[in-house]
Protein backbone atom coordinates (compact mmCIF):
# COMPACT_ATOMS: atom_id res chain seq x y z
CA UNK A 1 0.00 0.00 0.00
CA UNK A 2 1.80 3.11 -0.94
CA UNK A 3 1.82 5.80 1.80
CA UNK A 4 1.98 9.62 0.28
CA UNK A 5 3.84 12.16 2.62
CA UNK A 6 3.36 16.29 3.52
CA UNK A 7 5.05 17.90 5.58
CA UNK A 8 2.40 18.09 8.91
CA UNK A 9 2.83 22.00 9.51
CA UNK A 10 4.36 25.29 7.83
CA UNK A 11 4.54 28.80 8.36
CA UNK A 12 4.97 31.70 6.22
CA UNK A 13 4.63 35.39 6.25
CA UNK A 14 2.28 37.39 4.54
CA UNK A 15 3.85 37.84 0.75
CA UNK A 16 6.18 35.45 1.48
CA UNK A 17 6.83 32.54 -0.69
CA UNK A 18 6.16 28.70 0.44
CA UNK A 19 6.78 25.28 -1.08
CA UNK A 20 4.92 22.43 -0.13
CA UNK A 21 5.63 18.89 -1.01
CA UNK A 22 4.41 15.31 -1.98
CA UNK A 23 6.39 11.95 -1.42
CA UNK A 24 5.54 8.85 -2.81
CA UNK A 25 6.80 5.75 -0.88
CA UNK A 26 6.60 3.76 -3.78
CA UNK A 27 9.09 5.88 -5.60
CA UNK A 28 9.52 8.99 -7.49
CA UNK A 29 6.26 10.99 -8.04
CA UNK A 30 5.74 11.91 -11.64
CA UNK A 31 3.54 13.01 -14.12
CA UNK A 32 2.11 9.97 -14.64
CA UNK A 33 0.73 10.21 -10.93
CA UNK A 34 -1.66 12.77 -12.40
CA UNK A 35 -0.78 15.14 -8.56
CA UNK A 36 -3.87 16.83 -7.81
CA UNK A 37 -3.58 19.60 -4.67
CA UNK A 38 -6.30 20.57 -2.96
CA UNK A 39 -7.27 23.60 -0.58
CA UNK A 40 -9.49 22.61 2.72
CA UNK A 41 -11.02 25.49 4.99
CA UNK A 42 -13.49 24.95 8.26
CA UNK A 43 -16.57 24.78 7.18
CA UNK A 44 -16.51 24.26 3.21
CA UNK A 45 -15.61 21.66 0.32
CA UNK A 46 -12.11 20.98 -0.94
CA UNK A 47 -11.40 23.24 -3.61
CA UNK A 48 -8.70 21.99 -6.11
CA UNK A 49 -6.32 24.44 -7.20
CA UNK A 50 -3.97 22.28 -9.39
CA UNK A 51 -4.28 18.88 -11.49
CA UNK A 52 -2.15 16.89 -13.61
CA UNK A 53 0.70 18.21 -11.75
CA UNK A 54 0.67 21.80 -13.23
CA UNK A 55 -2.62 22.74 -14.66
CA UNK A 56 -4.90 25.24 -12.73
CA UNK A 57 -8.54 25.60 -12.96
CA UNK A 58 -10.46 28.81 -13.59
CA UNK A 59 -10.65 29.76 -9.63
CA UNK A 60 -7.04 29.07 -8.85
CA UNK A 61 -5.45 31.96 -7.80
CA UNK A 62 -2.73 33.04 -10.29
CA UNK A 63 -0.16 33.05 -7.15
CA UNK A 64 -0.61 29.11 -6.99
CA UNK A 65 1.51 26.94 -9.14
CA UNK A 66 2.58 23.48 -9.32
CA UNK A 67 5.28 21.75 -10.28
CA UNK A 68 7.52 18.43 -9.64
CA UNK A 69 10.69 19.04 -7.49
CA UNK A 70 13.41 16.47 -6.52
CA UNK A 71 11.32 13.45 -6.87
CA UNK A 72 8.41 15.17 -5.66
CA UNK A 73 5.34 16.79 -6.40
CA UNK A 74 5.12 20.40 -5.59
CA UNK A 75 2.76 23.50 -4.60
CA UNK A 76 4.34 26.89 -4.83
CA UNK A 77 2.46 29.97 -3.02
CA UNK A 78 4.29 32.94 -3.95
CA UNK A 79 2.98 36.23 -2.52
CA UNK A 80 0.77 34.73 0.57
CA UNK A 81 -2.50 36.03 1.66
CA UNK A 82 -3.87 35.79 4.72
CA UNK A 83 -6.87 33.66 3.17
CA UNK A 84 -4.01 31.26 2.38
CA UNK A 85 -4.42 29.73 5.76
CA UNK A 86 -5.85 26.23 5.22
CA UNK A 87 -5.00 22.59 5.07
CA UNK A 88 -3.40 21.40 1.72
CA UNK A 89 -3.77 18.17 0.41
CA UNK A 90 -1.80 16.24 -2.50
CA UNK A 91 -3.27 13.29 -4.10
CA UNK A 92 -1.56 10.90 -6.22
CA UNK A 93 -3.10 8.13 -9.01
CA UNK A 94 -1.74 5.04 -7.90
CA UNK A 95 -2.51 1.84 -9.51
CA UNK A 96 -5.91 3.11 -10.42
CA UNK A 97 -6.84 4.07 -7.31
CA UNK A 98 -6.58 7.92 -5.73
CA UNK A 99 -4.46 8.19 -2.63
CA UNK A 100 -3.93 10.92 -0.20
CA UNK A 101 -1.33 12.87 1.47
CA UNK A 102 -1.54 13.55 5.39
CA UNK A 103 -1.84 17.30 4.64
CA UNK A 104 -0.21 19.96 5.00
CA UNK A 105 -1.53 22.86 8.04
CA UNK A 106 -0.43 26.07 6.23
CA UNK A 107 -0.25 29.43 8.52
CA UNK A 108 -0.05 32.64 7.89
CA UNK A 109 1.46 34.45 10.28
CA UNK B 1 -22.98 27.12 -13.87
CA UNK B 2 -21.41 23.76 -13.21
CA UNK B 3 -22.53 22.00 -9.85
CA UNK B 4 -22.59 18.89 -8.02
CA UNK B 5 -25.14 18.83 -5.26
CA UNK B 6 -25.68 15.23 -2.99
CA UNK B 7 -28.47 14.38 -0.31
CA UNK B 8 -29.05 11.77 1.78
CA UNK B 9 -29.58 11.13 5.81
CA UNK B 10 -27.14 12.14 8.13
CA UNK B 11 -27.59 9.47 11.15
CA UNK B 12 -27.55 5.28 10.00
CA UNK B 13 -27.38 2.92 12.36
CA UNK B 14 -24.77 0.21 12.80
CA UNK B 15 -24.65 -2.33 10.45
CA UNK B 16 -27.52 -0.90 8.44
CA UNK B 17 -26.78 0.87 5.08
CA UNK B 18 -25.47 4.29 3.93
CA UNK B 19 -26.70 5.83 0.98
CA UNK B 20 -26.34 9.25 -0.75
CA UNK B 21 -27.06 10.77 -4.20
CA UNK B 22 -25.19 13.32 -6.43
CA UNK B 23 -26.71 14.83 -8.95
CA UNK B 24 -25.12 17.19 -11.58
CA UNK B 25 -26.29 20.90 -13.09
CA UNK B 26 -24.95 22.82 -15.65
CA UNK B 27 -23.18 20.40 -17.73
CA UNK B 28 -22.45 17.42 -19.44
CA UNK B 29 -22.68 14.27 -17.27
CA UNK B 30 -20.90 11.61 -20.22
CA UNK B 31 -17.39 11.19 -20.34
CA UNK B 32 -16.27 12.19 -17.14
CA UNK B 33 -15.44 9.94 -14.07
CA UNK B 34 -17.77 10.21 -10.49
CA UNK B 35 -15.95 10.06 -7.84
CA UNK B 36 -16.86 9.50 -3.70
CA UNK B 37 -14.94 10.57 -1.07
CA UNK B 38 -15.09 11.14 2.86
CA UNK B 39 -12.86 13.06 5.80
CA UNK B 40 -13.50 11.40 8.97
CA UNK B 41 -13.50 14.21 12.08
CA UNK B 42 -10.51 15.34 12.65
CA UNK B 43 -8.35 12.84 10.40
CA UNK B 44 -7.48 13.50 6.77
CA UNK B 45 -9.42 12.69 3.51
CA UNK B 46 -9.69 9.45 1.87
CA UNK B 47 -10.78 8.02 -1.63
CA UNK B 48 -13.92 5.56 -1.74
CA UNK B 49 -14.42 5.00 -5.23
CA UNK B 50 -15.17 6.57 -8.83
CA UNK B 51 -17.25 5.08 -11.70
CA UNK B 52 -17.76 6.51 -15.29
CA UNK B 53 -21.05 7.16 -16.50
CA UNK B 54 -21.27 3.57 -18.37
CA UNK B 55 -21.30 2.09 -15.15
CA UNK B 56 -17.17 1.09 -14.89
CA UNK B 57 -16.22 1.47 -11.66
CA UNK B 58 -13.06 1.53 -9.07
CA UNK B 59 -12.74 0.98 -5.59
CA UNK B 60 -10.58 1.64 -2.34
CA UNK B 61 -9.17 -1.73 -1.78
CA UNK B 62 -9.98 -0.98 1.79
CA UNK B 63 -13.67 -0.66 1.38
CA UNK B 64 -14.43 -2.28 -2.17
CA UNK B 65 -15.99 -5.34 0.00
CA UNK B 66 -18.74 -3.11 1.08
CA UNK B 67 -18.81 -0.29 -1.61
CA UNK B 68 -21.36 0.41 -4.17
CA UNK B 69 -21.23 3.19 -6.58
CA UNK B 70 -24.08 3.48 -9.47
CA UNK B 71 -24.98 5.86 -11.95
CA UNK B 72 -28.59 7.22 -13.81
CA UNK B 73 -26.71 9.27 -16.57
CA UNK B 74 -30.29 9.80 -17.75
CA UNK B 75 -30.86 12.20 -14.80
CA UNK B 76 -27.16 12.89 -14.43
CA UNK B 77 -26.97 11.31 -10.89
CA UNK B 78 -24.40 9.10 -9.05
CA UNK B 79 -24.90 7.22 -5.81
CA UNK B 80 -22.73 6.04 -3.15
CA UNK B 81 -23.82 2.79 -0.84
CA UNK B 82 -21.79 1.45 1.96
CA UNK B 83 -23.04 -1.75 4.01
CA UNK B 84 -22.75 -2.63 7.09
CA UNK B 85 -21.54 0.77 9.05
CA UNK B 86 -19.62 1.10 12.03
CA UNK B 87 -18.81 4.37 14.03
CA UNK B 88 -15.51 4.55 11.83
CA UNK B 89 -17.71 5.56 8.74
CA UNK B 90 -18.89 8.57 10.52
CA UNK B 91 -17.29 11.19 8.05
CA UNK B 92 -17.97 14.15 5.96
CA UNK B 93 -18.94 12.35 2.20
CA UNK B 94 -17.93 14.44 -0.63
CA UNK B 95 -18.92 13.66 -4.53
CA UNK B 96 -16.65 15.00 -6.94
CA UNK B 97 -16.06 14.85 -10.54
CA UNK B 98 -13.05 13.42 -12.41
CA UNK B 99 -11.77 14.54 -15.43
CA UNK B 100 -10.38 11.84 -17.77
CA UNK B 101 -7.10 11.73 -19.42
CA UNK B 102 -5.71 14.60 -17.57
CA UNK B 103 -7.05 12.86 -14.68
CA UNK B 104 -7.83 15.90 -12.66
CA UNK B 105 -10.75 16.24 -10.07
CA UNK B 106 -12.55 19.49 -10.33
CA UNK B 107 -15.63 20.46 -8.58
CA UNK B 108 -16.97 18.84 -5.41
CA UNK B 109 -20.36 18.36 -3.57
CA UNK B 110 -21.35 20.25 -0.42
CA UNK B 111 -20.66 17.41 1.62
CA UNK B 112 -22.98 15.38 3.64
CA UNK B 113 -22.18 14.74 7.17
CA UNK B 114 -22.98 11.11 7.91
CA UNK B 115 -22.93 9.58 11.74
CA UNK B 116 -23.38 6.15 12.75
CA UNK B 117 -24.71 5.79 16.02
CA UNK B 118 -27.90 3.84 17.59
Known amino acids: QTVVTQEPSLTVSPGGTVTLTCASSSGAVTSALFPNWLQLRPGQPPRTLIYSTTYKLSWTPARFSGSLLGGRAALILSGVQPEDEADYYCLLFHGGAWVFGGGTKLTVL | QEQLQQWGPSLVKPLETLSLTCVFNGGSFRNYYWNWFRQPPERGLEWIGE???????NFNPSLQSRVTISVDASKSQVSLTLTSVTAADTALYYCARGRPRVRGIDYWGQGTLVTVSS
Open chain 2, 51 to 57: VTHAGRA
